[in-house]
């Protein structure tokens, strides 16, 4: 059998993990093999966790040929695997034209009482850098090269569990990318992840995080899947967003808001609210009093999170005592408020940047 990825032999096969159960059973049916062919196949991919056509016993010899001549059981290839302190463990993957994307694997702090291990929350990479250019964000710094495949997504949970030896619960998109920007790859990855045939995360295990682009909000309001949504605010004002956010010129507050209480109107889960602190940018208390109101119109939840240095970048985390003052005013106006306690500052857990050191070793200017 030909390698797939052999110069001149043409684009690579296809990965097995972009496809759904009802696609593959209508092409198993084409090939004039019994539909339900297409849950053993899945079965030997998800949960036997299979990479070798050759494993899987229960087909023909002629079907797990065809099978091969048509698809690949995995398309990343792992670069790198880093792990801290904290046991974050961060992953670098090559992907089939040489780009790299990061997953991060992260244990709750706070466990149910009786569990024996922590849950953990998988953040995945939707995109290979990001065309929206904020100006604190390693991701936007080198600019847009592509949208990941579904497969892709999928795929950065296959190796993330097999490289980590345990199950993921969580899977949130706030790694690399604008996942409302890749809406169809994205939302395909979710129904592969949620899927019962599939990784079977729970929707409400999933959060897709967004900076804010309200008509995908508005169309994944209407999708009949329970996942949660995060939006990126980091700032009251559309003067303080636009200053660090460029998509607010497109989408300002006003029509984000609306966006949002459309999605509310479909969905009983709360939105969070995702608000970096950035020292003399967003962190004044009158600043907290402003993202209270927003936060109580829509009737959200607000995740402060200290900013996470980037080289290259000059913003700056406020001191604890600050972001402690910021929470509690939060607080004292009725808001649901946490403040993000820090994994992985020690292995650049911010999204983006271990890419930018390997495919830009000698740095990009901002
Ligand atoms: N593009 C989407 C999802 C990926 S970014 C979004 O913007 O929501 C995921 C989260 O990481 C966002 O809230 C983003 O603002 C935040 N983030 C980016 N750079 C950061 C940094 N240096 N420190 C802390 N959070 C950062
Ligand atoms: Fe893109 Fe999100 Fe980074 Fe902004 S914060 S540049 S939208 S990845």
Redesign the pocket.
């Known amino acids: 059998m030909s390698s797939p990825r052999l110069p001149g032999l043409g684009p690579p096969l296809p990965s097995l993990a972009g496809v759904l159960a009802s696609d593959l059973e209508q092409l198993l049916v084409s090939w004039n093999e019994p539909g339900f062919r297409s849950q053993q196949i899945l079965h030997w991919l998800y949960t036997k966790r299979c990479t070798e056509f050759s494993a899987m016993t229960n087909l023909s010899e002629t079907l797990r040929d065809r099978l091969r001549e048509s698809f690949r059981l995995r398309s990343l290839k792992t670069a790198r695997v880093q792990g801290s302190a904290d046991t974050t463990s961060k992953f670098l993957f090559r992907l089939d034209d040489g780009r790299f994307i990061e997953s991060v694997l992260i244990p709750a702090t706070e466990g149910a009482p009786g569990r024996r291990s922590p849950r953990r929350t998988l953040c995945v990479s939707s995109q290979v850098g990001?065309a929206?250019g904020?100006r604190?964000?390693?991701?936007g710094l080198a600019g847009f090269a592509r949208n990941l495949t579904a497969a892709e997504i999928v795929e950065q949970l296959l190796f993330a569990e097999q490289l980590a030896s345990r199950r993921v619960d969580n899977v949130v998109?706030?790694?690399?990318?604008?996942?409302l920007a890749n809406y169809d790859a994205v939302l395909r990855s979710i129904r592969i992840l949620n899927a019962q045939w599939g990784p079977n995360i729970g929707a409400r295990q999933i959060t897709v995080?967004?900076?804010g682009l309200a008509p995908q909000i508005r169309t994944l309001a209407e999708e009949n899947l329970q996942i949660r949504l995060?939006v990126?605010l980091?700032g009251p004002t559309d003067e303080i967003r636009e200053q660090i956010m460029p998509v607010n010129r497109r989408y300002p507050l006003a029509e984000l808001l609306d966006a949002l209480d459309f999605f509310r109107s479909r969905r009983k889960q709360r939105i969070t609210f995702?608000y970096?602190l950035i020292e003399g940018v967003n962190d004044e208390p009158a600043h907290a009093r402003l993202l209270a109101a927003l936060t109580r119109r829509v009737h959200a939840k607000v995740n402060l999170?200290p900013?996470?240095?980037?080289e290259g970048l000059t913003w700056s985390r406020p001191s604890p005592a600050r972001q402690q003052i910021f929470a509690g005013i939060l607080r004292e106006q009725g808001c649901l408020a946490t403040l993000r306690l820090e994994k992985g500052h020690d292995i650049d857990a911010?999204?983006g940047q271990l890419r930018l050191r390997e495919e830009f070793p000698a740095g990009v200017s901002a």
């Open positions: 990001c929206y904020c604190f964000c390693a991701s998109f706030m790694g690399m990318g604008e996942p995080s967004t900076s995060a990126s980091h995702e970096i999170i900013y996470n240095t980037v911010a999204c």
